[in-house]
């Protein structure tokens, strides 16, 4: 880490986490306390379930928001300090000889947190509760994309997308030939299985891609909004 204590933390085999980002601000924790990590398991859920939750981070101008969102997705991180959405380094290289996917299947439940939280004047670390959401106003979301690239980079990860906006975005860039996502609100605290489709394409056996699932415990982390205590969990994704 750049800032910060290295913490030891469980990464799901296969996956990534946002968990890195709770270990930079482990520097701040006398100002503003210390988070708990964004993922981890949740063996009371049952055997091989990840917990992803949105937390109150406190904020401090220009270091850290009001609200982070967990995230648990296939790719890497590198830490950016001055540009975090470019931290998350989406996407895996996959395998041509796989066929194009289809769709992505997942059992999963969710809780949203009671307040939920925007930035109205653009400071992050300046995060208030939005009462025209109302309570229990959030939702999660799990967004599956397939992009192409020109070469492999997985030293400078020049290649990668990110959570960036715009074209440098994994799911709204041009280079994304196929996606699909599941974004739904829930208080139930209940199991369900929900099958993600992803739109169709033609797959070109010459051309590279990287392909990514992404799953978020608040559907507008990207733009620091969220309320604290919303939690995703995961069982199984297929």
């Known amino acids: 880490p750049i800032f910060g204590d290295a913490k030891e933390y469980e990464i799901p085999e296969g996956w990534k986490t946002s968990n890195p980002g709770i270990v930079e601000m482990g520097m701040f924790a006398a100002v503003a306390g210390k988070p708990d990590w964004s993922v981890k398991k949740d063996t009371e859920a049952g055997d091989g379930v990840v917990m992803i939750r949105t937390q109150n981070t406190k904020g401090i101008s220009g270091l850290i928001p009001t609200i982070t969102a967990g995230s648990l997705f296939m790719g890497n991180w590198k830490t950016n300090a001055s540009n975090t959405m470019n931290s998350t380094k989406f996407g895996v290289q996959y395998d041509n000889a796989q066929g194009k996917p289809v769709q992505v299947k997942v059992r999963y439940k969710y809780k949203s947190g009671k ?124």
């Open 115 to 238: 307040d939920y939280y925007t930035c109205p004047d653009g400071s992050i670390h300046k995060g208030t509760v939005d009462v025209s959401r109302g309570e229990y106003a959030d939702k999660f979301s799990i967004k599956v994309s397939l992009y192409t690239t020109d070469e492999y980079d997985e030293t400078g990860y020049s290649d990668y997308l990110t959570g960036e906006a715009g074209e440098a975005n994994f799911y709204t860039s041009t280079r994304v030939v196929s996606k699909g996502e599941l974004v739904e609100g829930s208080t139930e605290d209940a199991w369900k299985e929900a099958t993600i489709e992803l739109s169709d394409f033609e797959l070109d056996v010459n051309q590279k891609y990287r392909f990514t699932i992404v799953c978020s415990s608040s559907y507008e982390g990207d733009k620091f909004y969220g309320a604290p205590d919303s939690k995703l969990w995961i069982d199984k994704v297929e």
